[in-house]
């Protein structure tokens, strides 16, 4: 399982602060003791003050969250354009309208979204079965599933990967994880698959 992030720590100490203070709310209409109306009172403005502290600390940790991603996918189709495994996303668009190849979508939580294009017809070579999109851990809580772990060793590693890293121009992709249906209904004889992005492939590369 992930560790949690500053942003996710924050999230929980708030809770532990807000929560006597909303059960009280709650049960506002029971008999209260005394002393309970002026340790709200005086918990209230600390809760509030917390809140405004854990937002203006989210903000650098969020930018700097972001700036690592892109760094990291920067260097990375760098390292993978040097070893000619890269390819235009024009060209990666003619292949999909062909039917030609696979496009191969890895992501996951907290990371970004990155597009492969194979020649192989990966739903006909995968030597395991392949998950349903639902059924994918985007969320990194279990070991990877087999079908994640090959489609790693025989695509995108490097050395040892086939598949060609792409950059999508002009494509907004609707909020939250990117279903292969969201291509296949932009290139409708392309073969789409979806797959986890795992921290393997960075541990690999900075290996090299």
């Not at 917390?50 to 390292?79: C, D, K, M, N």
Request: proline share 11%; with cysteine; glycine share 4%.
């Amino acid at each position: 399982m992930s560790p949690l992030s500053p942003f996710e720590f924050l999230a929980g100490v708030s809770y532990l602060i807000l929560a006597p203070f909303a059960n009280w709310r709650v049960s506002a209409r029971k008999p209260q003791p005394a002393w309970a109306g002026f340790v709200y009172c005086i918990t209230a403005p600390a809760c509030v003050l917390w809140l405004f502290v854990a937002t203006v600390l989210s903000i650098p940790y969020l930018f700097i969250a972001g700036h690592f991603l892109a760094t990291r996918e920067r260097r990375l189709f760098q390292r993978l354009q040097s070893r000619q495994r890269t390819m235009p996303w024009s060209d990666v668009e003619q292949r999909l309208r062909a039917g030609e190849g696979t496009l191969i979508i890895e992501q996951a939580q907290k990371q970004s979204l990155r597009l492969w294009w194979t020649p192989d017809d990966v739903q006909s070579l995968s030597p395991v079965p392949i998950p349903t999109f639902d059924d994918l851990d985007f969320l990194l809580l279990d070991p990877p599933q087999p079908f994640v772990t090959w489609c790693l060793e025989r695509y995108f590693l490097s050395p040892g990967g086939s598949a060609f890293l792409t950059r999508p121009v002009g494509l907004r992709f609707p909020p939250g994880f990117t279903a292969p249906e969201f291509f296949m209904t932009l290139f409708p004889s392309a073969r789409v698959v979806a797959t986890v992005l795992t921290p393997q492939l960075e541990k690999d590369e900075s290996a090299t």
